[in-house]
């Protein structure tokens, strides 16, 4: 892999704009969820939630994640009512209390309502709009950020699915297609990131694979962000063990491009967001 400096890019959020490209933004993950394959129940109670964000933000956390739907291989859907009792409790306590803006991890256009209205400045797709097309309008409406992730099918059906024939293609077309979506909807170009979503529907080896020719996204013209995170392709011997697979491929992902990783230990992964960004700037 030859490394190559990464294309600038101005995010544009709901109340400030993002610089991308100069250093890799960390995406702290907040799960309010009682079945999140790495930290289910862990920050459902809402006063833990709160803590843990401020915590995220302290360790170096550009963006709070917060997710109140599952997405693990095999977890069913959630109501949108049960998904809002999770999440506006933690929205509201958390409201002009960070300084870093609030992501909310929704396919549902009315959980994403609610979230920009108390306060979130980003939508973070996990479906890439396959789920609920109006979510695009919704991002419009309120001038936020917009994250597609690349998702195959629903979390129940990835273990039914063959592999990907071409996995880094098929990523590639479908992610254009779902920018075309949102554009069309009045999604601002500028506002947009893209995610190749490992896991999400592929085989373990093509999530490497993504990694290894995650340079091809670039013809898409916009931010990356790769979310490697504890994912079951990473999975070692112990959770200490599995970290550190999780570091590799954070620093894989942002020596090929990634503009931001989403990550569960900022603390630890910032870290190796360092070492990388260094390695970086030495590129020509």
Known sequence: MTIRPRKRFVWKLKNRELQL???????G??????DSFSDG?????????F??????????AAIIDIGA??????????TEAEEKRRLIPVLKRLRDKLAVPISVDTYKSGVAANALELGAEIVNDPSGLTLDPQLARVATNFDAGLIL???RGTPDAWAKLPPMKD???GVRGDLEAAAHRAVRAGVDRGRIVVDPGLGFGKRGEQNSEILARLQELGALDLPILVGPSR??????GSARETEFATAAAVTAAILAGAHLVRVHDVLAMRAAVNVADAILRNAV
Request: net charge negative; no cysteine; aromatic share 4%.
């Open 21 to 27: 490209g100069d250093h890799t933004l960390i995406v």
């Open 167 to 169: 996995v880094m293609g």
């Open 149 to 151: 992730n690349h998702m």
């Open 51 to 60: 803590a843990r964000a401020l915590e995220l933000e302290e360790q170096g």
């Open 41 to 49: 129940g862990e920050y459902l109670d809402p006063d833990r939630a």
């Open 231 to 236: 994912k079951l392709f990473l999975k070692q």
């Open 69 to 78: 739907e599952s997405t693990r291989p095999g977890s069913g859907r959630v």
């Open 29 to 34: 993950i907040l799960n309010v969820t009682p």
